[in-house]
């Protein structure tokens, strides 16, 4: 678990944008990662004596962080200029990923409007075909109905005219008969 507590004290010291100083140098943040001989090697060589870690973070999210090894002290005045830098990347990198998810956004906008616009279209031409046939046969039930009047009225002149017919022939024929 040695490991685990360490890899914890780490992201720890990422938190809220400040400069973090880790105890025990290169060697305590890689132990259990490398062997300590090289690890013990490798910060003789370098000269470290010193390790600090800062993370950039921009409301609540945390978008990475880096760890600083040096052979001296970091100062006052160069923590200030570290955070800051540290407050600027955090910064940049939420605004890029805000631009991102804009342009995701604006994009997706784009193609849904874009399909709205073709079922717009489509169920317009749809509507003007029905409409237009519902046009004709309304035209033709028009003319159906008009045909229809003149029948009737053709009917009723003939049916008058056969009424006339017979009563002229029944007239007719009890002449005879009386």
């Given at each position: 678990?040695?490991?685990?507590?360490?890899?914890?004290?780490?992201?720890?010291?990422?938190?809220?944008?400040?400069?973090?100083?880790?105890?025990?140098?290169?060697?305590?943040?890689?132990?259990?990662?490398?062997?300590?001989?090289?690890?013990?090697?490798?910060?003789?060589?370098?000269?470290?004596?010193?390790?600090?870690?800062?993370?950039?973070?921009?409301?609540?999210?945390?978008?990475?962080?880096?760890?600083?090894?040096?052979?001296?002290?970091?100062?006052s005045?160069?923590?200030?200029?570290?955070?800051?830098?540290?407050?600027?990347?955090?910064?940049?990198?939420?605004?890029?990923?805000?631009?991102?998810?804009?342009?995701?956004?604006?994009?997706?906008?784009?193609?849904?409007?874009?399909?709205?616009?073709?079922?717009?279209?489509?169920?317009?031409?749809?509507?003007?075909?029905?409409?237009?046939q519902?046009?004709?046969?309304?035209?033709?039930?028009?003319?159906?109905?008009?045909?229809l009047?003149?029948?009737?009225?053709?009917?009723?002149?003939?049916?008058?005219?056969?009424?006339?017919?017979?009563?002229?022939?029944?007239?007719?024929?009890?002449n005879?008969?009386?």
């Amino acid at each position: 678990f040695p490991v685990i507590e360490k890899t914890k004290l780490i992201l720890n010291s990422f938190e809220n944008n400040r400069l973090h100083k880790i105890p025990g140098g290169l060697h305590e943040v890689v132990s259990g990662t490398i062997s300590n001989e090289n690890c013990l090697e490798l910060e003789k060589l370098l000269g470290i004596k010193h390790v600090y870690a800062i993370g950039f973070l921009q409301h609540r999210i945390f978008y990475g962080g880096f760890l600083i090894f040096t052979q001296n002290l970091i100062g006052s005045d160069d923590i200030h200029v570290v955070e800051t830098i540290s407050n600027q990347t955090a910064l940049n990198i939420h605004r890029r990923t805000i631009e991102k998810d804009l342009r995701i956004s604006e994009d997706r906008y784009k193609k849904l409007n874009k399909d709205l616009e073709q079922k717009v279209w489509e169920r317009t031409s749809d509507l003007e075909l029905v409409n237009s046939q519902l046009q004709k046969e309304l035209a033709d039930r028009i003319q159906a109905e008009e045909s229809l009047k003149e029948s009737e009225a053709l009917l009723k002149d003939l049916n008058a005219t056969k009424d006339k017919f017979f009563n002229i022939v029944a007239h007719d024929l009890k002449n005879p008969f009386t």
